[in-house]
C-alpha cells in the first residue's frame, strides 16, 4: 500500500460526491464484512504505482490499515491512455461527480480532437459527451450546486443552459426565473428562448399559465389529455416527424396547451 500514489490522471477530483448515501467511512465497513469485491487499476512507475481507478476503494483500505491491496497493474501506459481507463472505470457510476466527468471528457478530446473519437474510446454517446463538457461553461455559482443526484435529466436541463447562454449573469439569472418549473418545462423554456435573455420572463408567464404543460400518453387514439377535435392534427403532425420522435412502445410525450384546450 505504501508503494501506491493517487495519479494525477484520475478523474475523480471530488471525494465529496457520492457520499449522500455512502461516505469512504461506510464503505470500509463494508469492503472489512465482505472482503474487497473489484481491485483497484494501478500504472506500474519503476518502484512504485499510480492508482488510476479505484479512488474510494483504496482510501477504504488504508482506513482499515490494510497493507496490501488486490490491485490490475497496467504497464506501458502514457498519460491520456491512464486518463481514459480511469474514465471508463468511473463513468458509468453514479457516485462520479459531472464535473469530474466533463474535465475528463475535455483532456481527452484535446488530444483526440473529435467527439467521435472521444465517444468510441470511453464508449459514451457523443451528446453525452458535449452535455458533460458544456458543465465546464457554467457559472461557478452554478457548478457548486452540482451533485450527482442531479441525474440525467438535470444534466440536460443545465448544460442547455450553459449552451445557450455564455454569460455567467444570464446563466444565473435564468436558473432563478426556471428553478420552479418541471424539467421538461424547464427545457422547453430554454429552447424557445433561442439564448435571447429578453424572452426569458414572457415564456416564464406562459409557463406559469399552463402552456407547456407535458403529458404522457398511452397511444394517442385514446389520450384523454388531447381534445377530441385536435387529435387528428396531432397525430398527422407526429407522423410527419416521426423519425425524431421514439415510438417503439406507443408511449409519446405531447407538448401542448392547458388542459382545457
Not at 94 to 120: C, F, M, W
Not at 181 to 208: C, H, M, P, T, W
Not at 231 to 254: A, F, N
Request: aromatic residues 6%; glycine residues 8%.
Amino acid at each position: 500500500m505504501h508503494k501506491i500514489s493517487i495519479s494525477e490522471h484520475n478523474v475523480r477530483k471530488n471525494l465529496e460526491a457520492g457520499s449522500e448515501d455512502s461516505n469512504i467511512e461506510d464503505l470500509a465497513k463494508s469492503i472489512n464484512e465482505q472482503g474487497l469485491l473489484n481491485p483497484i487499476t494501478v500504472v506500474k512507475r519503476k518502484a512504485t504505482y499510480e492508482l488510476i481507478a479505484g479512488q474510494r476503494r483504496f482510501l477504504a483500505c488504508q482506513l482499515l490499515g490494510w497493507e496490501a491491496i488486490p490491485a490490475l497493474i497496467r504497464s506501458d501506459v502514457n498519460d491520456i491512455d491512464a486518463k481514459v481507463i480511469s474514465l471508463i472505470e468511473n463513468v458509468h457510476r453514479s457516485d462520479l461527480h459531472p464535473l469530474d466527468k466533463g474535465r475528463a471528457y475535455k483532456e481527452i478530446y484535446q488530444v483526440y480532437g473529435t467527439y467521435s473519437r472521444v465517444s468510441k474510446v470511453t464508449g459514451v454517446s457523443i451528446p453525452t459527451v458535449k452535455r458533460y463538457m458544456l458543465l465546464l461553461n457554467l457559472a461557478p455559482s452554478i457548478q457548486d450546486l452540482l451533485t450527482t443526484s442531479d441525474g440525467p435529466a438535470g444534466i440536460c436541463t443545465l448544460s442547455l443552459l450553459a449552451k445557450l447562454f455564455p454569460d455567467f449573469e444570464d446563466q444565473e439569472y435564468v436558473l432563478e426565473r426556471i428553478s420552479g418549473f418541471k424539467q421538461q418545462v424547464q427545457e422547453e423554456i430554454l429552447k424557445r428562448s433561442g439564448g435571447d435573455i429578453n424572452e426569458i420572463d414572457l415564456l416564464v408567464n406562459q409557463a406559469l399559465g399552463g402552456c407547456f404543460n407535458v403529458f404522457i400518453c398511452q397511444g394517442l387514439k385514446y389520450c384523454p389529455n388531447i381534445p377530441d377535435e385536435c387529435r387528428d392534427e396531432v397525430i398527422q403532425l407526429i407522423g410527419k416527424y416521426k423519425s425524431t420522435i421514439t415510438s417503439s412502445s406507443e408511449v409519446t410525450s405531447v407538448t401542448g396547451g392547458s388542459n382545457d384546450g
